[in-house]
């Protein structure tokens, strides 16, 4: 195995007849086989061959190949969103009758599957502080098949002790699958402290620059190939050819992107505090964020995202996010262009008044997601619109 920089640019990598240098994109649907006896060999695992994209595809390989490199797991399936990559890593293994413990600090949608889909599933699901290792230990059951957890978390940062929720799961049977999207595989590496499954939305900072939707699930070869596969090979999820391809090519960049957003956000996170028509900065690296000593033990950087309370009202705060002029008010995040959300109103509409309460996701609270743009002019545009609300 080769170092992270060099898997990036080469990982993975399968050349057709043609020796071409970039990575081919196979946008087909089906193969065909030599003879009738081939296709049955095929079919029957004898022979090693692709069927049908659904199944597998020589430019989805290369991108699964490459970014389980990336993470340190020994195998990856790509989704078409990271919704169904989260969906399906909990689906292919639960069974009616089972438990699940999940942090409550969560995406909307994610929240959404594990409240209103599994329990129609005769699947039970406890939400906890996922901060609290006690609450962890204390809501396991005879039936506890999972723990789910965002870390950090979207929008509010909070960040989940990683190695001693794993060790928990460990003694115990519990498969831990983590959520590592706001994290990126290039700033936290949750194979190291024990996680099972990581999922991702390639959406978000794997592509970066906002072209293409899709997902991934990482995880052993054994998992995916006895219980992952059959699952998400039969009920379709699948990422196209083309999407993949974006994806892989973008790979290449992401350990560039990531570590130049993370340093121009660390900066804006600093500014922002000291701005005094803001009452409150979320962001890991700051030293006034409350769980700063444990994200420095999980991350390498705090990250491209963050979000922030303006002194005031939601008006005042839509006021703010309408003056922006370099910002785009839009609910992506880990693009190389810097964008602006209102939570409450969009990501996290879907959480009912008090649970947002509780997860600090209040009419004044902005996420923002820095870019590749130039610091001081991302420093000159926050300030002149925070100057007019
Ligand atoms: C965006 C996001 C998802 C879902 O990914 P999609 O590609 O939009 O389906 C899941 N979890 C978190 C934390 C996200 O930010």
């Given at each position: 195995m080769k170092n992270k920089e060099t898997n990036l640019v080469r990982g993975g990598l399968q050349r057709s007849q043609f020796k071409e240098t970039s990575e081919a994109l196979f946008l087909n649907s089906g193969f065909v086989y030599d003879s009738a006896e081939q296709a049955e060999a095929i079919f029957k695992g004898e022979e090693t061959g692709y069927q049908y994209s659904r199944y597998a595809n020589p430019t989805i390989d290369t991108f699964e190949k490459r970014l389980a490199l990336l993470d340190g797991y020994e195998d990856c399936f790509a989704t078409a969103s990271g919704m169904s990559a989260v969906f399906g890593s909990m689906m292919c293994q639960l069974r009616t009758g089972d438990h699940v413990i999940s942090a409550s600090a969560l995406f909307g949608s994610c929240r959404y599957i594990l409240k209103e889909i599994l329990p129609k599933f005769g699947i039970e699901v406890d939400f906890i502080d996922g901060r609290d290792l006690e609450q962890w230990k204390n809501k396991i059951k005879k039936n506890t098949k999972i723990f789910f957890l965002e870390t950090p978390s979207n929008p509010c940062c909070e960040i989940i002790d990683l190695k001693g929720v794993c060790d928990i799961a460990k003694e115990n049977n519990i498969l831990t699958i983590v959520d590592n999207i706001f994290a990126t595989p290039v700033l936290q590496s949750p194979i190291k402290y024990g996680a099972d499954i990581v999922v991702y939305?390639?959406?978000?900072?794997?592509?970066?620059?906002?072209?293409v939707l899709g997902g991934a699930i990482l995880t052993s070869k054994q998992f995916k190939e006895e219980t992952l596969k059959p699952f998400l090979r039969h009920t379709g999820p699948c990422i196209s050819p083309f999407n993949a391809w974006i994806l892989l090519k973008s790979l290449e960049t992401i350990q560039l992107r990531v570590n130049s957003q993370s340093d121009n956000a660390f900066e804006i996170a600093k500014f922002l505090e000291s701005?005094?028509?803001?009452?409150k900065v979320n962001y890991p690296f700051l030293e006034s964020f409350k769980q700063n000593d444990i994200a420095k033990k999980f991350m390498s950087k705090g990250g491209t995202i963050m979000s922030f309370k303006i002194k005031g009202d939601k008006e005042k705060t839509y006021k703010f996010i309408n003056n922006l002029k370099i910002f785009d008010i839009t609910n992506n995040i880990g693009d190389t262009k810097s964008l602006v959300t209102h939570p409450a109103t969009t990501t996290h509409r879907v959480l009912s008044e008090e649970e947002r309460a509780n997860l600090d996701i209040t009419d004044n609270l902005v996420r923002i997601s820095i870019g590749l743009e130039n610091i001081e002019d991302l420093k000159q545009d926050l300030d002149q619109s925070l100057s007019k609300s």
């Open positions: 939305s390639g959406t978000k900072h794997i592509d970066g620059q906002g072209r701005n005094s028509n803001i009452e």
